[in-house]
Structures are given as structure tokens and as C-alpha cells.
T-cell receptor, first 114, second 111 residues
Framework: DVKVTQSSRYLVKRTGEKVFLECVQDMDHENMFWYRQDPGLGLRLIYFSYDVKMKEKGDIPEGYSVSREKKERFSLILESASTNQTSMYLC?????????????FGAGSRLTVL | QKEVEQNSGPLSVPEGAIASLNCTYSDRGSQSFFWYRQYSGKSPELIMSIYSNGDKEDGRFTAQLNKASQYVSLLIRDSQPSDSATYLCAVRGTSYDKVIFGPGTSLSVIP
């Protein structure tokens, strides 16, 4: 069964801390995505990557950075966490071959910044 | 204007009825269109994809696409309580493989 695994299901951090959210997929997918989901706002794209070491800004990249050193791993970094970054973070992956960009999601990481 | 918009909901339908969910998008060059279902506390899962104008049926689900009107819909026939969830419309635009989601419509199917 294909999987997208997010390292932490729940995190509680303090304002100003550096936060790493890790995502690993075992499907050999080229594309990986980070979204955040907030009530009433749906899923908003933070960053995505279509190849190793490549990254593209999504709609809300401010306050975030990403790293993709290996094909299977896509990390989201909050350099200095703030309370407005309290949210559910969802990682997803897809491949080029299908041409359809169907996303497979991880279970999500719920981050609370105090 | 938001890139992908959905009827705000919540939508309540009685068991056995047809649920109709609507979505509009702003990027006229959009290529692919998806409906994801998300149960409370869970991640989204794909239920339908559609790429060309017209209807696409899969069991009780029918997706309809009208690119000229920039409109995509999802019909759920014979709605069941297990269909109660949030339905997310997603659109792949013309920029790389960026997939943009709408805010979602919450559906409740009343037994």
C-alpha cells in the first residue's frame, strides 16, 4: 500500500522556535507538496517541489521554507514559529507519469504554537 | 477573486436524495479537476477526477465539467449517512503542477 508518512502527528512549540515537519513518500513520486488547512479556508498551498533540490512557492510561502535533498523526502521549516502558524499541515505527493497529478496525502501534522 | 470557489454550505440532504456540490475556478487554462472527500479528523482522499467536458460517472458519483463556464460539479445519488463529510474541489492550473483547492463544502446526510 502506497504511503505518505508525516513524522509528527501532533506538535506543540513556543513562539520563536524553529520547527521541522518531515514528510516521506515511498511511491517514487516526483512531485511533493505542503499545504496548511484552516477552518473555512480549505487547503492552502505553501510550497511544492517537482524534483530533487527544486522548489516553487505556493500561495502562502511567507514564514516557511522547504528542503528536498532526496526524492522521497520533503521537509517544511518554520524558521521562527508564530501563533498564526498554528494549523494542520498536510503533505502530499503525486507523479508525472499519470499526467493527472492525483495527490496522495499524509495523515497530517497538527501544530500548535504557544 | 479566489482561484477556486465552492458553495459555502453546510449542505443537508435526507438519506436517499441527490446531493449536488458546485465549484467554479478562475484559471481558464486549467487542465484537470478533482473532487476529494475529507472525513472529520482525516486526510483528503480522491473520489473523482475529470479532464474533459461532459459527465463522468463512477458508481453513485457523477462529476460534470463545463470549461466554457469554468464550472465543475459533483452529484451524489442515493446519498448515504456515510457520505457525510467535507468535499473539496481541486483544480490543476497551468503553472507547473500546482493544485489549488477550494474551501470545501460540508455535507450532512440525514438518516
Amino acid at each position: 500500500d502506497v504511503k505518505v508518512t508525516q513524522s509528527s502527528r501532533y506538535l506543540v512549540k513556543r513562539t520563536g522556535e524553529k520547527v521541522f515537519l518531515e514528510c516521506v513518500q515511498d511511491m517514487d513520486h516526483e512531485n511533493m507538496f505542503w499545504y496548511r488547512q484552516d477552518p473555512g479556508l480549505g487547503l492552502r498551498l505553501i510550497y511544492f517541489s517537482y524534483d530533487v533540490k527544486m522548489k516553487e512557492k505556493g500561495d502562502i510561502p511567507e514564514g516557511y521554507s522547504v528542503s528536498r535533498e532526496k526524492k522521497e523526502r520533503f521537509s517544511l521549516i518554520l524558521e521562527s514559529a508564530s501563533t498564526n502558524q498554528t494549523s494542520m499541515y498536510l503533505c502530499a505527493s503525486s507523479d508525472w507519469d499519470s499526467g493527472a497529478n492525483v495527490l496522495t496525502f499524509g495523515a497530517g501534522s497538527r501544530l500548535t504554537v504557544l | 477573486q479566489k482561484e477556486v470557489e465552492q458553495n459555502s454550505g453546510p449542505l443537508s440532504v435526507p438519506e436517499g436524495a441527490i446531493a449536488s456540490l458546485n465549484c467554479t475556478y478562475s484559471d481558464r487554462g486549467s487542465q484537470s479537476f478533482f473532487w476529494y472527500r475529507q472525513y472529520s479528523g482525516k486526510s483528503p482522499e480522491l473520489i473523482m477526477s475529470i479532464y474533459s467536458n461532459g459527465d463522468k460517472e463512477d458508481g453513485r458519483f457523477t462529476a460534470q465539467l463545463n470549461k466554457a463556464s469554468q464550472y465543475v460539479s459533483l452529484l451524489i445519488r442515493d446519498s448515504q449517512p456515510s457520505d457525510s463529510a467535507t468535499y473539496l474541489c481541486a483544480v490543476r492550473g497551468t503553472s507547473y503542477d500546482k493544485v489549488i483547492f477550494g474551501p470545501g463544502t460540508s455535507l450532512s446526510v440525514i438518516p
